[in-house]
């Protein structure tokens, strides 16, 4: 292999060594050493965040873009040694990757062109009447500024567009906040490869070496530490409900509460309506089918649920994925730990009374196959837990005695990142109930789709209400995505020589 991790932090602009190391696990090739990060690494780090933010904090827009497109040109120069090392330690097939490192160098390049047009600045001017009666008005102008340094916690599932230079790096940069990345132990050696694009890209440019630092590994007290850190003004973070919860709750602990925008999951639920059941049960099983395994269905977007009312088309929908599951041979999950709590979550769904195991297979160590579950909708209306994630390649069906039944499936739901209608024109009506119920369950409503997949537009929402994410009115994809790390300042009666450079 061309590139031989170092195995050290990258603090303020120097490659660090820790207290102690650890061994990545990859899927395959050699394991390599890390450097073990801990609460004073973070400390150094924060502290060069919140000097770098003096000066990048109020570079231009111009500035800014320039960064983030040198960061994707770094990135791309170093493609085949990130693919190279990403497949090892993920066990992710190369195209995957490939496809991974595009949509990431993809949005630094979309959000550079996004804030060079100015608009996310929401900028608005109330002018003076200094005629006003009884009393003048004053002159009042408003825009968006940078909150300060971000923590970014990187994703398993992601190693490239939800990690290191992922999506809530890309955010923060481009609305002016230094970054703290604490790299995921899952793919070390692929994070330290992109830092260096991105350190390479600040050289180049002569920003402050504060403006990014990646610390790799530790125990659960440098999390804490990083989000706990008084320079640290919010927090990115993809990941599992539980860890996200416990440091979402370490931010508003905080003699300083900080947002905290965690995306935890989602069961993201399908409702097969009924005329669209009847013309395409078989087409939709399959596809179904093919959503639920891509990638052994370690997709945050996975539709791990599927609600159908029961009946002959019903029976065709399901023995069409079942089939088409059953082809699905075994793949390599992420790490040991996903691999076990696939296994943990597959053995608590075939133990709930009321669910008959449809498909079963095997999942030994990191490699997963599909499950597939049946219930009806009594029983899932009685046992909320049957709506907790199962992060793999695990569908249920929900069969429910009719329309109604479907809409008290919908209104059981907790906080989805997606829900989807598969619907005919017939199916207009009940679709129709069902929008308002599911808007309010969902950041993103589709239909005639599957949510794997999500693009990087100005319009996507990947958030909902938790559990689904920790803010309901953020978005963790797309160019709305850079508004978590701004917040509006009105400036009244101030000179122009004294204003921001985006309100003169």
């Known amino acids: 292999m061309s590139f ?102 993809g949005q630094l390049r979309l959000f550079a062109e996004h804030i060079e ?18 009393a003048p008005r004053p002159d009042i102008k408003m825009v968006q500024r940078p909150i300060g340094p971000v923590a970014v916690f990187g994703a398993s599932n992601f190693p490239l567009a939800f990690s290191t230079a992922g999506g809530d790096t890309a955010a923060a940069l481009a609305a002016g906040c230094p970054v703290v ?115 052994a269905g370690q997709f945050c977007t996975n539709p791990g649920i599927a609600v159908v009312i029961e009946g002959e088309s019903a029976r065709s929908f399901i023995e069409s994925a079942k089939s088409a599951l059953s082809e699905t041979g075994p793949q390599t999950m992420l790490t040991d730990g996903i691999a076990k709590a696939y296994r943990d979550g597959r053995d608590r769904i075939a133990a709930s009374q009321g669910v008959q195991e449809l498909l079963t297979s095997t999942c030994d160590l990191r490699n997963a196959t599909p499950y597939l579950f049946e219930t009806d909708g009594d029983t899932w209306l009685a046992n909320h837990d049957l709506g907790e994630e199962v992060f793999g390649p695990l569908g249920l069906v929900v069969t429910v005695r009719d329309e109604d039944q479907m809409r008290a499936i919908a209104r059981s739901l907790q906080g989805q990142l997606t829900c989807t209608l598969h619907m005919d024109a017939g199916d207009t009506e009940l679709g129709r109930s069902l929008m308002p119920i599911l808007e309010r369950k969902a950041g993103r409503v589709l239909a005639n789709g599957f949510p794997t997949g999500v693009e990087v537009v100005d319009a996507m929402v990947h958030g909902g209400p938790y559990p689904a994410s920790t ?34």
């Open 4 to 105: 031989d991790p170092t195995g050290k932090h990258l603090i303020a602009g120097e490659w660090v060594s820790g207290a102690g190391t650890f061994a990545s696990e990859p899927a395959s090739g050699p394991s390599h050493d890390f450097a073990m990060g801990t609460p004073e690494l973070v400390d150094r780090a924060a502290k060069a965040a919140e000097e770098a933010f003096w000066s990048y904090g109020y570079s231009s827009r111009q500035e800014r873009a320039a960064f983030l497109n040198l960061i994707a040109e770094e990135i791309e120069a170093r493609g085949a040694d990130i693919t190279e090392i990403g497949t090892q330690e993920t066990g992710l097939p190369a195209a995957r990757l490939e496809g991974e490192r595009g949509r990431t160098t």
């Open 117 to 134: 047009k100015g608009d996310y600045l929401d900028r608005r001017h109330d002018a003076a009447l200094p005629d006003r009666k009884p």
């Open 471 to 504: 803010n309901f009115g953020h978005t963790s994809v797309g160019t709305l995505s850079i508004r978590r790390f701004l917040r509006p300042v009105s400036y009244q009666n101030i000179p122009d020589n004294l204003l921001p450079g985006d309100l003169r």
């Open 181 to 295: 990345v604490k790299g995921h132990g899952a793919h070390p050696g692929t994070g330290e490869i992109v830092a260096q694009a991105i350190d390479a890209a600040r050289k180049a440019l002569g920003l402050h070496p504060g403006v990014f630092s990646l610390v790799q590994g530790g125990d659960r007290s440098v999390g804490q530490a990083l989000v706990q850190h008084p320079d640290i003004k919010a927090v990115g973070f993809t990941g599992s409900l539980g860890g996200g919860r416990a440091l979402y709750d370490l931010c508003a602990a905080r003699p300083e509460p900080i947002p905290f925008f965690g995306e935890l999951g989602s069961v993201n639920p399908m409702f097969v309506l009924p005329e669209a059941l009847n013309a395409r049960a078989g087409e939709m099983g399959r596809g179904w089918a093919a959503s639920l395994s891509m990638g």
